[in-house]
């Protein structure tokens, strides 16, 4: 799989090849709007990939809602969905037919109750059908299973959370349905229902998220996310017509690294329906500029006293290698760290001359070492020993495209593992507002202790200041 793949999307001939082996559950999610004059059980039933089962979204939903296939209660998913033989430790790919439209839903539910191992099958139905893998018509005879479901209740936005958003713009609002029904000037498809968006939403069609029946890469989403005016270092609503579409930027949103997001299940099916809601229409506000100038950042101080003890397996579907570097090339180092530290506005080595820098990476104190995906670089990590007795992680992180790849909590104990193998008193690091903003989460949960904290002021790299170097190197 490649790094700037999501790691929530397999291949056809993945799925293939786990056809058959244990505990590996197909899902048929195929649902569709009356425009695509498609009907995903008739599909199903003439043909579908080899030991699939029908997830009716229409069927397993809450119908006391008046809404369209509303997210049921837990109890009622995990009686059905155990029906199909699916169990919540299961690995689970769910696919619908040309790819991207309605399998992201499922895959959602799935997770929003408690299942991990979930995917979305590139290409759909229409891909594997293209690559001519086989199909079989016969109905799949399963064994019912336990499914134990553990709701996420934070990862679903109720009307009245959502009408509270909307009032305070505490989250943003990430609308998937086409610019026309978000601008108003595309009637919706429901009677009865206003068109136009709510005050504070941009315009993400879900269907921009892939091309021909393919996701697109990592870079790419997260370009269309920034653009869009989404930061995705701040909490995100998702929501469309009827909540299924939403979860397709769930998904790129999840694949990216995002985790504080959640689904309106409503949707516009309910907020454009009702008459004291506030809508608007016309294009999303204009992107306000980045401003330029030294940034302030809270810098926090943490150290641990002993080897941490947590332990995570190695990564799936990714070759992994972890390699020490001996003697290691400036311009290679320059690479590594503006890859890794651009984003997050590390410059302090970029801005040293290349004798400040040859000093204090051939210092015999200082370690650099460097993580393979698939064979390309994805990442680092630095540290230096010190006096002996404590030692400092000085840089840790990975490249844009490795961001959401599953692999950053398992590299910082990689690292660690590293650190420790010479019995240092202390472990030292520091981190602030300017990281990733779960940076600091995340050296928590690895044994880190926060000592201190202070306020700093970091001068961004300029274009000019990035081309001189790349010169220079």
């Not at 690479?335 to 015999?364: I, T």
Request: net charge negative; with cysteine; glycine share 8%.
């Amino acid at each position: 799989m490649s790094t700037d793949k999501s790691r929530f999307v397999v291949s056809v001939d993945w799925v293939e090849q786990q056809l058959g082996t244990p505990n590996f559950r197909i899902v048929d999610a195929s649902w569709y709007l009356p425009a695509h004059k498609r009907d995903g059980k008739q599909e199903y039933a003439s043909g579908h990939i080899p030991g699939a089962v029908f997830f009716d979204q229409d069927a397993i939903a809450d119908h006391d809602t008046g809404l369209p296939h509303s997210l049921p209660s837990p109890e009622f998913f995990a009686e059905e969905v155990g029906k199909l033989g699916i169990s919540e430790s299961d690995t689970i790919v769910v696919y619908d037919g040309p790819g991207f439209f309605s399998a992201p839903r499922v895959w959602w539910m799935l997770r929003v109750m408690g299942a991990e191992k979930v995917y979305v099958l590139d290409g759909g139905l229409d891909g594997w059908k293209a690559a001519g893998k086989p199909l079989e018509a016969e109905a799949t005879q399963v064994e019912p299973a336990e499914f134990n479901a553990e709701f996420k209740a934070s990862r679903v936005t109720s009307f009245s959370d959502m009408r509270a958003i909307v009032d305070t713009g505490e989250k943003q609002v990430a609308d998937a349905r086409g610019a026309g029904r978000f601008t108003g000037d595309e009637a919706e498809p429901r009677a009865g229902m206003r068109s136009g968006h709510m005050p504070g939403a941009r315009s993400l069609p879900a269907t921009a998220f892939s091309e021909n029946g393919h996701f697109k890469d990592l870079p790419t989403i997260r370009k269309m996310i920034e653009d869009a005016g989404i930061d995705i270092s701040k909490p995100v609503v998702t929501s469309c017509g009827s909540g299924v579409t939403a979860a397709v930027v769930t998904l790129a949103l999840e694949s990216l690294g995002h985790s504080d997001n959640s689904l309106y299940d409503g949707s516009w099916s309910e907020w454009g329906s009702k008459q004291d809601t506030p809508v608007v229409t016309g294009p999303s506000e204009p992107v306000p500029p980045t401003p330029y100038g030294p940034l302030k950042a809270h810098v926090t101080q943490l150290e641990m006293t002993s080897a941490p003890k947590v332990s995570l397996p190695v990564p799936v579907n990714i070759q992994t290698a972890i390699m020490r570097t001996h003697n290691i090339p400036l311009h290679f180092y320059r690479y590594l760290y503006w890859r890794v530290g651009k984003r997050w506005h590390w410059q302090k080595r970029m801005r040293m001359s290349d004798p400040e820098l040859s000093a204090v990476l051939n210092d015999p104190k200082n370690c650099v070492t460097v993580l393979y995906l698939n064979g390309s670089p994805a990442g680092f990590f630095e540290f230096n020993k010190g006096d002996g007795e404590v030692t400092e992680l000085s840089y840790f992180g990975l490249m844009e495209e490795a961001i959401g790849a599953g692999v950053g909590k398992w590299f910082l104990l990689q690292a660690l593992y590293s650190i420790w193998q010479d019995n240092p008193k202390k472990v030292t690091v520091s981190t602030n507002t300017l990281d990733h903003p779960r940076a600091l989460q995340l050296y928590q949960m690895m044994g880190f202790s926060p000592v201190s904290t202070y306020e700093a002021w970091v001068e961004p790299l300029t274009d000019s200041e990035y081309l001189e170097i790349s010169r220079r190197s």
